[in-house]
């Protein structure tokens, strides 16, 4: 077993962002801890028989394990202190695993399985570990044993006829895309936000793009997925059939009987091995669109304009919207524009707005498709816009190629994420908050994201109760979201430096002040942080909390030892539901 961090990334530029983000000398080190309900003697045979299936440097312990942990941690500091081999099956919510295993194969991975369920040792499943805000790769239970995926990273197929690729766990946005450019491959993958995370992990997050195939989990068209015994490796839909390779195996999402891909989204139902996606088709016209509006209150008017178009196909992809303060936030610090104490007030955020010719909203999106068609889908956008938000501005860019648009060669502030290009443009938003003299700060952030109807009434509702709760707390509304066809999918982010104990509380209060909120209004979350599943899932509580009960059955029945990510999304196997915890606010 390995005590020394191997790479992660073979691309220098994301392994050292990789690094850049987690420490590698974390200043509240790692106390070892064990599985819950698990003795040293027992630990040891465990970590041996991992062994005995990865070798030596597959299984990592100790200082090896500071890339397995929530580098964002609100509750590094005070859960320090409390954890120790003999309190491992402690509420601590600084989450770390025990150790971290990572297989390179569908045979590694059953044989791991197997172990885990002959001494009962949890597992907690990622691909890449980057949902960043999220909790990272930190387990739900404390002492889980990681199960890192990213060394399964084959690209199994890119079919630029029927346009889909067949991927494994590890496979990164940035992998794909470079191996359809090196390929001559006629696709524009989808991309998330940040190109170092995984394709499979994001979409079985349910995480969005920006281009016309933005929401990922609804273009899975087969899954490979090996349950929790190890010893069954199930494929969904018409990818089961193995008669002359099923013709329509990825190319169909009808199934004979219940479609279950579902059960393996944000689930801890099984491990899925292999994932196949459609693509886009590289396109013979791409127009890259932008619309503004200078003041905060037009968001209202903006929303509806931009909803009723989403709804009746006038714009067919991703509508993104951002605000000022994002704008800022790429451009520098908090200090560049504010020398004051706190989040940047009212009249020197509009100050800025004219003295930088910036506005206050920003939605923009892509139009794909033959030249004729997306100009005609252009003229008729300005005009509903005309109309509906005449004080607004819009802008498009096109660009055309009867063979196919090279993504590569639409300019960055025009393609970028919205022709399938993965960067990591904006990891350094979250420096917002830290002077630059304060050369022992540590950036972090932490999302809070209610699903919220696609209307402008209470798009603006939810901002106008937000914006007070970050002020209060010290922090500017910092708030994009997703427009889908009736909801958006709305990012509150907030940063803060994680060495500041007062930040640090702030940040607290300030996520559980929107999510107070979020519950008076009915809203459930995109995604939740691991201190926060228990809460978030809270929410579905119809019947008795049916839905929980329901999809437990199921765990219970598929997962008998109760091996997989316990606990992921407050889904709880009976060994471990005792571990499920309250989780409102602790003041």
């Known amino acids: 077993m390995s005590t020394e961090i191997p790479p992660t990334y073979t691309d220098p530029e994301y392994e050292a962002a990789h690094q850049a983000t987690y420490e590698r000398q974390p200043r509240f080190p790692i106390t070892p801890v064990l599985p819950p309900g698990i003795t040293h003697e027992v630990w040891t045979k465990a970590i041996q028989a991992f062994i005995s299936v990865l070798g030596p440097d597959a299984v990592l312990i100790d200082s090896a394990l500071s890339d397995y942990i929530d580098p964002y941690d609100l509750h590094e500091a005070e859960s320090a202190e409390s954890e120790s081999a003999e309190n491992s099956n402690s509420n601590s919510k600084r989450k770390v695993p025990s150790a971290a295993v990572c297989p390179s194969s569908t045979d590694q991975l059953s044989a791991i399985l197997k172990i885990a369920n002959e001494f009962t040792i949890p597992l907690w499943t990622f691909s890449r570990g980057k949902n960043l805000g999220y909790g990272g790769p930190a387990p739900r239970v404390n002492g889980s044993v990681a199960l890192d995926l990213h060394r399964m990273n084959k690209i199994i197929e890119v ?124 396109p013979q016209a791409f127009m890259s669109c932008s619309f503004s509006m200078p003041f905060f209150d037009d968001l209202e008017v903006m929303v509806d304009a931009f909803s ?189 430096d994680q060495t500041d104990p007062v930040q640090r509380q702030n940040i607290k209060k300030l996520y559980y002040g929107l999510h107070k909120v979020a519950k008076e209004r009915g809203y459930g979350m995109y995604r939740a942080h691991v201190n926060h599943m228990d809460l978030i899932a809270g929410l579905n509580d119809f019947n008795g909390h049916a839905y929980n009960r329901f999809v437990e059955k199921i765990k219970d029945t598929l997962d008998p030892r109760g091996i997989l990510s316990p606990g992921k999304q407050g889904i709880w196997p009976s060994g471990f539901r005792h571990l499920r915890e309250n989780q409102d606010y602790d003041g």
């Open 308 to 496: 009723e178009m989403r709804r009746n196909g006038t714009i067919p992809s991703c509508v993104w919207f951002t605000s000022l303060i994002e704008t800022l936030c790429i451009a520098g610090r908090r200090e560049d524009y504010w020398k004051g104490e706190g989040p940047i007030p009212d009249w020197r955020l509009e100050g800025l707005r004219l003295e930088m010719g910036y506005e206050h909203w920003y939605a923009r999106f892509g139009l794909y498709g033959p030249k004729r068609v997306v100009e005609a889908q252009f003229e008729d956008i300005k005009e509903v816009l005309a109309k509906k938000a005449p004080t607004g501005t819009i802008s498009g860019s096109l660009y055309a190629d009867e063979e196919g648009v090279n993504a590569d060669r639409v300019p960055v502030e025009h393609g970028s994420m919205f022709v399938g290009v993965p960067q990591l443009w904006s990891l350094p938003l979250i420096n917002w908050p830290i002077p630059k003299s304060k050369t022992d700060g540590k950036a972090a952030h932490v999302d809070y994201a209610p699903v919220i109807p696609s209307s402008g009434k209470l798009v603006m509702e939810w901002m106008k109760k937000s914006k007070p709760i970050c002020e209060e707390n010290g922090v500017e509304l910092m708030a994009d979201f997703f427009m889908h066809e009736r909801h958006v999918v709305l990012m509150n982010m907030f940063t803060w």
């Open 159 to 282: 079919n630029d006829q029927f346009h889909y690729a067949v991927v494994e766990p590890g496979v990164t946005f940035i992998d794909l895309y470079r191996y359809c450019v090196e390929h001559g491959k006629k696709v524009w993958p989808s991309t998330a936000s940040l190109g170092w995370g995984s394709v499979m992990g994001n979409t079985l997050d349910r995480g969005t793009g920006f281009g016309a195939l933005f929401t990922h989990h609804q273009f899975i068209a087969g899954l490979e997925v090996m349950l929790a015994s190890g010893e069954d490796l199930v494929r969904t839909g018409q990818w089961g059939i193995t008669a002359n390779d099923s013709p329509n195996a990825l190319l169909s999402k009808f199934t004979y009987g219940p479609s279950i891909e579902g059960l393996f989204l944000q689930s801890n139902l099984g491990v899925v091995t292999k994932m196949s996606i459609w693509l886009q088709p590289q």
